[in-house]
């Protein structure tokens, strides 16, 4: 099969690449705003250079995607969280361009990445089927802008075209080979990953519990997607939910209960004064977005977790602590000196122009 898998650099891209390239049967096109200088995955993917954020992508991407038996849409963004027309400009409107370029070049299926992000809030700590409402948490950007994402979907539904579209809705997904990424978009520069080692107390409040899964979990069920051709949407979660308490036992620390009402306050604080670069808006989702039942995927895919959600969490924070990356400008290795020639050169990260 051909295969165009636009953020093919990231997160999970990266693990869809390693999924899809061990079954050496297919022609896989990887779509960045900044591709890889070394071919990653032994010269089987043929790189492409599109920023989604500018509606000259749409001709790269249909010249991407002609001949394509699926698109796999994985292409967001998380920083710079100061610039909220940028974020939306990516995700929104990117996810509109890939879209128009799908319809112009006639693929027949479309694989979206969602999250969980996209759900309103819950009610409790049941986990919701892919049935729950998909209008996202207020206070959140990202979750609204998931949400807005499906609406898009919803419309190209609508209109006719004829295109088989899959939702995939994971929790929060992690590998250890993102743990630089992650330290340089939820750190300040100054920050070493050393002091991970370090955290004596977590000071947060007892009640979140998120769901969380692991990338190459998450890369095995868009593969049986895409190779099944079944359309819909699909929760992705492992057991069991990711807790307080559970962070602070995978850091070491004592977990110790502040309330919410004095912790957002804090962090909000924070995030204006440019002290940290992750916005209320990741907290608020913390408490107000529910916890997923993946049984669909379960029983229409096949699908079921390798790795459980603790697992994960001490694999990614591992992944912080030695600062590990892979061969790609998003997931490169972090450093505090190159964080903060990065700081003096193109500003913080949480408001850095993009080259």
Known sequence: MRIAITGASGNIGSAVLRRFTADGEHQLIGIARRIPEIEPNGGRVEWVSADLTKDRSVAVLGRAFAGADAVVHLAWGFQPSHDLTYLEE????????????????????VVHMSSVGAYSAKRDDTPVDESWPTDGIPSSRYSLHKAAAERLLDRHEQEGHGTLISRMRPGIVG???????????????????????????????????????????????IARVVERRTGGAFNLAADPPITTRRIADAL??????????????????AWHLRLQPVDTGWL????????????????????????????????????????????????????????????????????????
């Open 252 to 269: 070491g620390a004592r977990p110790i209960h502040v309330p919410s009402s004095v912790v957002r306050p804090l962090f909000s604080a």
């Open 284 to 355: 608020d989702m913390a408490f107000a977005l529910p916890l997923l039942d993946s049984s669909r995927a379960s029983r229409e895919l096949g699908w079921s977790p390798r790795v459980d959600a603790t697992s994960v969490l001490e694999e990614v924070l591992a992944g912080m602590r030695h600062r590990d990356a892979d061969a790609t400008p998003v997931l490169r290795r972090r450093s505090v000196a190159g964080a903060m020639r990065d700081f003096v050169t193109r500003g913080p990260v949480d408001q850095r122009n993009r080259p």
């Open 175 to 221: 590998q250890r080979s993102a743990g630089s990424a992650l330290l340089r978009y939820g750190l300040p520069a100054i920050v070493p990953a050393a002091l991970l080692d370090h955290i004596p107390a977590l000071p947060l409040d007892r009640r979140p519990a998120v769901p969380m899964v692991h990338a190459d979990d998450v890369a095995d069920a």
């Open 90 to 109: 990516l995700g929104v409107g990117g996810t509109g361009r890939v879209l128009s370029a799908v319809a112009a070049a006639g693929v027949p299926h």
